[in-house]
C-alpha cells in the first residue's frame, strides 16, 4: 500500500521547513505521494515540483481554505486546483492581504493589553509567506510572553481568547466553489475541530463537498466510523493527513504519521479529471 499525506503545511504558510525541506523528508521517510496544502497560498507548490523532479514522489497541489461560520472555523482542502487560474490567485493574494492586516491588528490589540511584541518579529516568523497567529504566537514565545506556542495560543490568541482578531469571514459555501473554479476537489478537513461536523458535512454535501478528511492524527476510531458514514450517505471520497506544521512541534503531527484511506489518491485523481472535464 502505498505511503500517502495529503495535508501539510510548508513556510509559504504556517509550516516550519521549506517545500524542499519537506520533499527531502518525504524522501528519507519513503512516501510515495504528498500534497501540499498550505493556508491561502499554492506559493509552495512549484518550490516541491522542483524538489521532487526526476525523484518517484507525487506532488499533488493543494490549498487550505479558511472559512468561518458563526459556531467557528470551517477548514477546506483543496486538491489538484490550477495553479494558472489568475482569478483564483487574485482571491488568495486577498486573503493574504487580510491575513496581513489582521495580523497588525492583532499586534496592536495584544499592545492595548501589555503585551508588547514587534510586528517586524512577526513577519521575520512568517518568512514572505501568508501571515498566521502561529508566527504571532512564535513572537509572543520570542519575547518572553509565552512559554511555547501552545501557550500564547491559550493564554492570547485563540479564538476565544482576548488577543484575537478574526479573518473576513469567508463561508464553507464559497470556499468550495472557489475551489471548483480552480478545478479542485473540495474536501472537509479535520471535522472533529468542525462545530457539530455531522450537520456541516451535510450542509456542505449540497454545495457540491467532494471528500471529507477521515484519518487525522486527532481522530479515534469512533469519530472515523461516524465520518465513514457520512462518507458513505453523502458519496464523498475518505482522505486523510497529518496536518505536519513542523519538526519539533509537541502539539502537531509528524509528517507521514497518518495513512490515508487505501485508493483515496486514485479516487480523488479520478474526481479531479471529472472536475476538468466539465463533470
Ligand atoms: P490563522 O489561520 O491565522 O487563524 O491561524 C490558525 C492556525 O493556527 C491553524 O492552522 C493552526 O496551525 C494554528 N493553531 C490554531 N489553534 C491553535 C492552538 N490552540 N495551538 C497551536 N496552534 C494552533
Ligand atoms: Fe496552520
Ligand atoms: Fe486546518
Ligand atoms: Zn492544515
Known amino acids: 500500500m502505498p505511503h500517502v499525506d495529503l495535508h501539510l503545511h510548508t513556510t509559504a504558510s504556517d509550516g516550519q521547513q521549506s517545500p524542499a525541506e519537506v520533499v527531502l523528508l518525504a524522501h528519507e521517510i519513503g512516501l510515495d ?50 495553479l494558472n487560474n489568475a482569478d483564483f490567485q487574485a482571491q488568495l493574494r486577498a486573503f493574504r492581504q487580510n491575513r496581513y492586516d489582521r495580523g497588525l491588528l492583532i499586534v496592536e490589540k495584544l499592545a492595548s493589553l501589555g503585551v508588547q511584541i514587534a510586528w517586524e518579529d512577526v513577519l521575520g516568523f512568517a518568512d ?28 492570547y490568541i485563540a479564538n476565544d481568547k482576548p488577543g484575537y482578531v478574526a479573518r473576513k469571514r469567508l463561508s464553507p459555501e464559497d470556499s468550495i466553489a472557489m475551489i471548483h473554479t480552480a478545478g479542485g476537489v473540495a474536501v472537509l478537513a479535520h471535522p472533529i475541530l468542525v462545530h457539530d461536523y455531522p450537520a456541516m458535512t451535510e450542509r456542505l454535501s449540497r454545495a457540491g463537498l467532494d471528500g471529507i478528511e477521515k484519518v487525522y492524527p486527532r481522530h479515534d476510531a469512533h469519530t472515523e466510523a461516524t465520518i465513514q458514514a457520512l462518507a458513505d450517505r453523502f458519496g464523498l471520497i475518505v ?24 485508493g483515496c489518491v486514485e479516487a480523488l485523481r479520478q474526481r479531479i479529471a471529472a472536475r476538468r472535464s466539465g463533470g
Open 128 to 155: 514572505g509567506g501568508a501571515v498566521g497567529r502561529p508566527h504571532i504566537a512564535r513572537a509572543l514565545v520570542a519575547a518572553g510572553h509565552a512559554a511555547d506556542v501552545k501557550d500564547a495560543f491559550d493564554r
Open 239 to 262: 482522505t486523510g493527513g497529518s496536518d505536519f506544521h513542523g519538526l519539533g512541534l509537541p502539539v502537531k503531527a509528524m509528517l507521514g504519521s497518518v495513512n490515508p484511506p487505501k
Open 33 to 82: 505521494c504528498i500534497a501540499i496544502t498550505d493556508h491561502d497560498t499554492t506559493d509552495g507548490v512549484g518550490p516541491a515540483l522542483e524538489a521532487a523532479a526526476g525523484s518517484a514522489l507525487e506532488i499533488i497541489p493543494g490549498i487550505e481554505l479558511s472559512a468561518e461560520d458563526e459556531n467557528g472555523d470551517v477548514h477546506i482542502l483543496g486538491y489538484g486546483v490550477d
